[in-house]
T-cell receptor, first 115, second 113 residues
């Protein structure tokens, strides 16, 4: 089973709202990722968690706050977003975060619209 | 830093014909090259990957070739079918110390019936 699940599928939020995106995998993977994808563009890495610790923050604005409560779950907390933050937010996981190039498996994404 | 260029940006082929998508990368330390297929409304799906110690890898109708000297790698899809219509992304690992990958800009493949 190479499934990564994400909820919600769609989210519309105002600029003053607080919301959270959720991601879950049960493959025993120890690395989890958040990507942002704008229309007609490739995914852009935002955050990497390795063994539940934040390993990479790609200079993401603080209005995006990641959290990894355990090895299977990854959250992205959203607060005071801007309309330009509207995008598809993808979660991915891989066996490890280390040399060797481990396969990353993506979830279906959350389509976020900020009004 | 690593840069991955992908061509063409759009490709239309007759059903049953072959499709080829090409990528180049800049970091000679890259060792891992995955290919992803993304259908409308879905997340990217890993379809095949290749590592630097291998020149070619095949999985049914899909094959990937790698030329490390020239820093080129390509995706070949034979006997194309309507369900092959999607956006395809190549990628390369940023360096050999971690699993960070950089994506190409994508190729929108359309299969004409």
């Amino acid at each position: 089973d190479t499934e990564v699940t994400q909820t919600p599928k769609h989210l519309v939020m105002g600029m003053t709202n607080k919301k959270s995106l959720k991601c879950e995998q049960h493959m025993g993977h120890r690395a989890m990722y958040w990507y942002k994808q704008k229309a007609k563009k490739p995914p852009e890495l935002m955050f990497v968690y390795s063994y539940e610790k934040l390993s990479i923050n790609e200079s993401v604005p603080s209005r995006f706050s990641p959290e990894c409560p355990n090895s299977s779950l990854l959250n992205l907390h959203l607060h005071a977003l801007q309309p330009e933050d509207s995008a598809l937010y993808l979660c991915a996981s891989s066996q490890k975060w280390s040399s060797g190039g481990y396969e990353q498996y993506f979830g279906p994404g959350t389509r976020l619209t900020v009004t | 830093g690593e840069n991955v260029e992908q061509h063409p940006s759009t490709l239309s082929v007759q059903e049953g014909d072959s499709a080829v998508i090409k990528c180049t990368y800049s970091d000679s330390a890259s060792n891992y090259f995955p290919w992803y297929k993304q259908e409308l409304g879905k997340g990217p799906q890993l379809i095949i990957d290749i590592r630097s110690n291998v020149g070619e890898k095949k999985d049914q109708r899909i094959a990937v070739t790698l030329n490390k000297t020239a820093k080129h790698f390509s995706l070949h899809i034979t006997e194309t079918q309507p369900e092959d219509s999607a956006v395809y992304f190549c990628a390369a690992d940023l360096d050999s110390s971690a699993s960070k990958i950089i994506f190409g800009s994508g190729t929108r493949l359309s299969i004409r019936p």
